[in-house]
C-alpha cells in the first residue's frame, strides 16, 4: 500500500513539474521574441550577438548562486535550485533559435543536441544542473558573444577578442564542464545507488555525464560555437 502511494506522489510531482515547465517556457519564449523584435526595431548591429548575450546573461542570474553553493559543499548538488528558470531559459533560448533559424542552417545539429540534453536534465533538475547551465551555455557563451558583438561595433580589436575567447574555453568552459561530469557521476552513485542499477535516472545521469565532458570539456575548439563563421546581422 505504501508503494502505490510513494507511486502516485512520484507521478503528480511529475505532472507539475512539467505543467511548470511548460508554462515558464512560454513565458521565456515571449520573452525572447520581444528582445528579438526589440532588436531588430532600434536595428543594433550584431543583433545575433547580443541576443545571445542577452538570453545567456539572463541564465546566469538565475544559476550562479547554485554554482557558488555546490563549490563551497559538493553535497548541496542534489538539492533543488534556488530558482526553477533556468532550465526553461536555456531551453526556450535554443528552441527558438532552432524555429527562427533552422531554415538558414545555422547551428542545426548542436541546437537539436541541447534540446535532447534538455529531456535528461528534466529529470534531474537539481544545483549540478544549474552548474551545467552556467559553464556549458550561461557565463562562456555570456562573454564569447559579448566579445563578439564588441569587436564587430569596434570597440575591441580581433586578437583582444580571441584571446578572452580562448581563456574563457580552456580557463572557465572546459574545466567547469568537468566539475559538472563529476558532481553527475557523483549524484547518480549517490542518490541511486547500485543496488537500483535499472533506475533510468541512474543511467540518465551517468550517459549526461559522459556527454558533458566529451562535448565541453575536452572536445577541441577555438571560441564558441558561432554560427557563419561569426558573421552577424
Not at 8 to 25: D, G, I, M, R, Y
Not at 59 to 74: E, M
Not at 83 to 92: D, G, T
Request: hydrophobic share 40%; with cysteine.
Amino acid at each position: 500500500m505504501e508503494t502505490e502511494k510513494e507511486h502516485f506522489v512520484s507521478e503528480h510531482f511529475v505532472s507539475e513539474h512539467f505543467l511548470t515547465f511548460c508554462l515558464h517556457n512560454m513565458g521565456c519564449i515571449i520573452i525572447f521574441a520581444h528582445i528579438d523584435y526589440l532588436l531588430r526595431y532600434i536595428k543594433v548591429k550584431s543583433r545575433w550577438c547580443q541576443f545571445r548575450a542577452i538570453g545567456n546573461g539572463l541564465i546566469v542570474a538565475c544559476t550562479w548562486q547554485d554554482v557558488v553553493c555546490c563549490i563551497q559543499n559538493h553535497d548541496n548538488s542534489s538539492s533543488l535550485p534556488r530558482y526553477p528558470y533556468a532550465e526553461s531559459l536555456v531551453f526556450s533560448l535554443h528552441l527558438y533559435q532552432y524555429v527562427r533559424w533552422m531554415f538558414l542552417g545555422k547551428q542545426v545539429l548542436y541546437h537539436t543536441f541541447v534540446l535532447i540534453r534538455t529531456q535528461i536534465c528534466y529529470q534531474n533538475n537539481n544545483k549540478t544542473i544549474s552548474l551545467l547551465y552556467f559553464f556549458c551555455n550561461g557565463y562562456p557563451s555570456l562573454v564569447d558573444y559579448t566579445m563578439l558583438s564588441m569587436f564587430q561595433n569596434g570597440i575591441v580589436e580581433k586578437q583582444t577578442m580571441n584571446s578572452v575567447m580562448t581563456a574563457n574555453i580552456n580557463y572557465v568552459r572546459k574545466p567547469g564542464a568537468a566539475l559538472v561530469a563529476s558532481l553527475l557521476l557523483h549524484d547518480a552513485f549517490r542518490d541511486v545507488g547500485v543496488e537500483h542499477i535499472k533506475n533510468v535516472k541512474f543511467y540518465s545521469n551517468i550517459l549526461l555525464a559522459f556527454i558533458v565532458y566529451y562535448e565541453y570539456a575536452i572536445t577541441r575548439s577555438n571560441s564558441t560555437r558561432l554560427d557563419n563563421g561569426g558573421k552577424s546581422k
